[in-house]
Antibody
């Protein structure tokens, strides 16, 4: 069974940093593109960043470009999202999802990031 | 970015049919994908590439796309179908995944 599991969320002050992790099991990690999405409490879904199966190509939403970095470690079968210069509007539930072409076909349960002083 | 418009909510009685629309300029020329998100849970893909259904998704869920409107139809609605539903397209420009605002289906 394929599983996606996020971790690393928490409470951080404005301007602070956090690193989220996404571990994928049950499939060939090196053949899998992955993405991060977020959802503000009570609101809709938004794409944050994506990384190709090889890790060569990365993509970011304009709202996080220059502040967030997506990366992957094949030996750990893990994708990371480094969040820097955090702001209040970054407060959200962050989901990791397996990307299949133009859609996300398997999502984790999410990890909550709260930016507050 | 490409704008997708969904109605905020749809109410349907058990056993009836729920129709959820997703509007966008010439959306019929794009591939549309749909997700179900039950309260407190992760999104689940219920339809992809306009009308295909992932394994494990009941045949009661069907989707179509034409012109300026994509549609997700849930036949013989059950209490367990109560959830938020999001449409999504691949923008391909500055936003890879564009989502509609979501529709809450009340049963």
């Amino acid at each position: 069974e394929v599983r996606v599991l996020e971790s690393g969320g928490g409470l951080v002050q404005p301007g602070g940093s956090l690193r989220l992790s996404c571990t994928v099991s049950g499939l060939t990690f090196g053949n899998t593109a992955l993405g991060w999405f977020r959802q503000t409490p009570g609101k809709g879904l938004a794409w944050v960043a994506s990384i190709s199966d090889s890790g060569v190509a990365t993509f970011y939403a304009d709202s996080v470009k220059g502040r967030f970095t997506i990366s992957r470690d094949t030996s750990l079968e893990t994708v990371f999202l480094q969040l820097n210069l955090l702001r209040g509007d970054d407060t959200a539930l962050y989901f990791c999802a397996k990307a299949r072409g133009q859609y996300a076909d398997l999502w984790g349960q999410g990890t909550m990031v709260t930016v507050s002083s | 970015s490409y704008a997708l418009t969904q109605p905020p909510s749809v109410s349907v009685a058990p056993g009836e049919t729920a129709t959820i629309t997703c509007g966008g300029d010439n959306i019929g020329r794009m591939s549309v994908h749909w997700y179900q998100q039950r309260p407190g849970q992760a999104p689940v893909l219920v339809a992809y590439d306009d009308s295909d259904r992932p394994s494990g998704i009941p045949e009661r869920f069907s989707a179509s796309n034409s012109g300026n409107t994509a549609t997700l139809t849930i036949s013989r609605v059950e209490a367990g179908d109560e959830a938020d539903y999001y449409c999504q397209v691949w923008d391909g420009s500055d936003i890879l995944f564009s989502f509609g605002g979501g529709t809450t289906v009340n049963v």
